[in-house]
């Protein structure tokens, strides 16, 4: 527990260190100043960190910013692995698409999919419990923490067939302003670190 939440707290710091390359002017969790709000397009922001905890510990940190005005969809990857780190960045345009917001709400309503198993409280927020339907190759689920309030998932677990802890996924969501169109600047971007060779 401490060696997993000791990773998680180093790739948070980590991704912060590489948002900051890529769009220095622009800050996850900034507040919107309520005159900017009128003259700048609110853009959607959704970081997601994945943890690893079988077999070769990794962690791997996901943002995507989307601008509903335009359709422009920019998805900055992190991963941490034992040997390597690797960073990615790309920028997308799908001008049919309206809300990442609203495609994931859509996503973990699909009956389909998930199952529901009632009503709990994760971090002092009341969240619906859902389960995955099995696939009876693999046996591997998913159990998700959506919450009632937005309808966006906030954590989610993968298990495997014996009930092992395989992987957890924390989920954040923010609106951003880019005054300075600096977020979908960059067109594609690709940076891998041996940290064998740099010890």
């Known amino acids: 527990m401490v060696k997993t939440s000791l990773f998680t707290s ?5 991704s912060i260190g590489f948002s900051g390359i890529i769009a220095p002017s622009v800050s996850a969790n900034t507040p919107i100043p309520i005159q900017n709000v ?22 791997a940190i996901t ?8 359709g422009f969809l ?11 780190i690797t960073l990615k960045s790309k920028v997308h345009q799908y001008p049919n698409q309206k809300s990442l917001f609203k495609e994931t709400i859509d996503r973990y309503q699909d009956k389909d999919i998930w ?19 099995i696939e009876p190759k693999s046996g591997i689920y998913h159990i998700v923490y959506v ?3 937005t309808g ?17 996924y924390v ?21 891998e670190i041996d940290l064998q060779k740099t010890k």
């Open 171 to 191: 989920y954040f969501y923010d609106q951003v302003t880019d005054p300075n169109g600096e977020i979908f600047k960059v067109k594609e971007k690709n940076l």
């Open 147 to 149: 919450s009632s309030s």
């Open 10 to 14: 180093l790739a948070l710091a980590i």
């Open 152 to 168: 966006l998932p906030i954590k989610e677990d993968k298990f495997d067939n014996k009930n092992d802890l395989l992987a957890t």
């Open 74 to 84: 920019r998805e900055d990857n992190f991963v941490k692995e034992q040997e390597k």
């Open 38 to 59: 009128q003259s700048q397009p609110l853009i959607e922001h959704v970081k997601s960190i994945k943890t690893e905890h079988k077999g070769i510990f990794s962690t």
């Open 115 to 133: 199952t529901y198993l009632g009503v709990e409280t994760l971090n002092g927020q009341q969240v619906k419990k859902m389960k995955t339907i």
């Open 63 to 70: 943002e995507e910013w989307f601008n509903p005005q335009n």
